[in-house]
């Protein structure tokens, strides 16, 4: 069993930055893909970047690409979003999501592919 629980989110000006993160327990955590995934009013949850159990491997979305950074810290269970030029149409609650049977070398982008999830954190990003 993985729980999972975001922070970092806030309200933040066009072009500014923010770093959220997702602080997990469970034992289970450091063999597990973790993705961060979006969900804006009125849309569907969109994934937004996946990292290997190792962190070796990390996949992004085209719309986020070359501004977030996904990284982890194993020892202390933390996975992080880094993101930076920060757009309005970032705006949307932001989930951590983890799964123990995914396996390395793959990009999982849907949400049924993740087992765990945390409560969201809310990031606005103002014009």
């Known amino acids: 069993q993985v729980q999972l629980v975001e922070s970092g989110g806030g309200l933040v000006q066009a072009g500014g930055s923010l770093r959220l993160s997702c602080a997990a327990s469970g034992r289970a955590f450091s063999r597990c893909v973790v993705g961060w995934f979006r969900e804006a009013p009125g849309k569907e949850r969109e994934f937004v970047a996946q990292?290997?159990?190792?962190?070796?491997?990390?996949n992004y979305a085209e719309s986020v690409k070359g501004r977030f950074t996904i990284s982890r810290d194993n020892a202390n269970k933390l996975v992080y979003l880094q993101m930076n030029s920060l757009k309005p149409e970032d705006t949307a609650v932001y989930y951590c999501?983890?799964?123990?049977?995914?396996?390395?070398?793959?990009?999982?982008?849907?949400?049924?592919?993740?087992?765990?999830w945390g409560q969201g954190t809310q990031v606005t990003v103002s014009s």
């Open positions: 990292i290997s159990s190792s962190g070796s491997t990390k």
């Open positions: 999501a983890a799964d123990y049977w995914l396996r390395d070398g793959g990009h999982y982008d849907s949400t049924s592919e993740y087992d765990y």
